[in-house]
């Protein structure tokens, strides 16, 4: 019989659900808090909850991996019979590498020679279009979705092979279109959000 102990504190959960997933015998879900749960626990602090499980090699595992798939370190693990912590709730930044970002769209940014995208907004429809031009004036391939992350994904699985930076952009483009979808202010594609006006009279 194996015995861990699992600490949880609620304040970190973004309901990302990953640990209720892996093992659902040990975490649940609170639809009402949008939180998840460390069933048969007792709570210990103003957020945080503690369990102490007991079960076979496979009842542990399972709980140990569903914690550790947890994406903000919700949890904390600790092997009871060794004191050892078999999951961290803390990052390690022992080898932290921090950059300052800078970036000069003006200066740095360069064509993708496999192409590029032309993306308009669909008000009526709350839509986003994307259309991707593989030479001037000459769209091939028009994909689209209400929301960004649809849009992006699809488009990866199309295997373009375009740039790294061509994603990034993307990305920042579709974000920006959609805020525009939401809010109702007009896009512009290349312009920075702030400029953009309000579509509404």
Do not use: W
Not at 52 to 76: F, H, T, W
């Amino acid at each position: 019989m194996n015995r861990i102990r699992i600490e949880y504190d609620e304040s970190k959960c973004i309901a990302a659900e990953a640990c209720v997933k892996s093992d659902p015998s040990t975490f649940g879900f609170d639809d009402a808090k949008q939180k998840a749960v460390l069933i048969g626990s007792k709570k210990t602090g103003a957020s945080t909850f503690v369990l102490v499980l007991m079960g076979d090699a496979q009842r542990i595992k399972n709980a140990m991996e569903a914690a550790s798939s947890c994406p903000v370190n919700a949890y904390k693990v600790v092997e009871l019979d060794s004191g050892k912590t078999a999951v961290s709730n803390s990052l390690d930044t022992q080898n932290l590498k921090e950059i300052r970002a800078q970036y000069d769209d003006s200066t740095q940014f360069t064509l993708d020679p496999k192409g590029y995208f032309l993306i308009r907004v669909n008000y009526e429809k709350k839509e986003i279009e994307a259309g991707f031009c593989n030479e001037r004036n000459s769209m091939v391939l028009k994909v689209v979705g209400t929301k960004p992350i649809d849009i992006y994904h699809e488009i990866a699985k199309q295997k373009l092979g375009l740039h790294e930076e061509h994603y990034s952009y993307l990305g920042r483009e579709l974000e920006k279109a959609y805020h525009c979808v939401m809010t109702g202010l007009e896009y512009v594609q290349d312009d920075e959000l702030h400029t953009m006006k309000s579509r509404r009279k």
